[in-house]
């Protein structure tokens, strides 16, 4: 039986979706080994949802506009939250700027049940943009004008049908 050894953040997510999940640090003894990013051309991937979660009754438009402020690249992934001022929308982030909606998300199970409750999302590349993906939600991917391969150079992307890719200025 195939076995996904992830964060813990990730176990309640990949184990309500049946699959067999261990700790990254205490990984079994093994026949087999293959990278997380791998999965979508070993299983011949063809963009549809794969995850699911319980939805959570929320209708609205989610935002996520910036990634691990550790990361050196940061400043070219994130945006300025106050782009969205004055709009309606629901914090998909445990930041929380007084004027955005806030649901509960102490987890990736409660932020992807979160996620389907969305008529759409918008986000940075981070692992909120990832789940939207894997989970079939309309999201727009917000890029910087200079980034990585995988994403490619047209508005859609093989990864996730569902998505739409928005390149930010120079």
Avoid at 33 to 51: C, R, W
Avoid at 53 to 63: H, L, S, T
Avoid at 121 to 142: E, K, N, R, W
Wanted: proline share 5%; charged share 20%.
């Amino acid at each position: 039986n195939p076995i996904i050894a992830c964060s813990d953040e990730l176990h309640n997510l990949f184990a309500y979706n049946g699959l067999n999940v261990v700790s990254k640090s205490v990984v079994p003894d093994h026949d087999f080994h293959i990278p997380s990013m791998s999965l979508p051309l070993f299983f011949n991937h063809d963009g549809n949802s794969y995850l699911t979660a319980p939805k959570k009754d929320i209708n609205g438009i989610g935002v996520c506009w910036r990634g691990n402020k550790e990361n050196p690249l940061d400043d070219r992934r994130s945006i300025d939250v106050n782009i969205f001022q004055g709009l309606n929308l629901v914090n998909l982030q445990k930041d929380e700027p007084n004027w955005l909606r806030t649901v509960d998300l102490s987890n990736f199970l409660d932020t992807a049940g979160a996620i389907l409750g969305l008529r759409k999302v918008f986000s940075v590349d981070t692992s909120v943009l990832h789940l939207a993906g894997a989970l079939g939600v309309p999201v727009v991917a917000i890029l910087p004008y200079y980034c990585d391969s995988r994403w490619g150079r047209k508005a859609t992307t093989h990864w996730y049908k569902n998505m739409r890719l928005l390149r930010k200025s120079i």
